[in-house]
């Protein structure tokens, strides 16, 4: 191998434009999961980003998907303390109601009804 080269074959200052390459578009594709995850609802627990403290450990680095409800220092905190799944509240047949007349402010309410869907209250002791 010819001096100055890399195992892969490239010269130096070629691997070393590759590399800045790809920190790029990973940094751009952070920054653009950061205005997506900013943009959705707060974590349910915490109301924090849904997508984590911005530069920690467990910040997510993709767009959230939606019917995810904490953010990620939250859903390590609920599996350390073994609390299990997050079911959220069953609206009542009021709030369902209301819901066909007009949208409620409420942020979490697709998540509601998605959830009550998912889990019926008959099974969960409501």
């Known amino acids: ?12 200052p070629c691997h070393q434009d590759g590399e800045e390459r790809l920190e790029r578009e990973a940094e751009e594709q952070l920054e653009a999961a950061r205005a997506a995850n900013v943009a959705l609802r707060p974590c349910w627990s915490c109301r924090g980003s849904i ?6 450990k ?3 680095r993709e767009k959230v998907r939606p019917d995810r409800l ?8 609920r599996a350390v303390k073994d609390l299990g799944l997050l079911v959220l509240p069953v609206p009542t047949k009021r709030e369902l109601v209301a819901a066909l007349v007009s949208t409620p402010d409420d942020p979490w309410w697709e998540d509601w009804v998605l959830h009550a869907k998912l889990y019926p209250a ?3 002791g409501v």
Do not use: F
């Open 122 to 124: 008959k099974g969960r």
């Open 70 to 77: 904490e953010c990620p220092d939250c859903v390590q905190a």
């Open 1 to 12: 191998m010819p001096p100055g080269r890399r195992p892969s074959g490239r010269c130096w």
């Open 51 to 56: 997508g984590g403290k911005e530069g920690s």
């Open 58 to 60: 467990l910040e997510l």
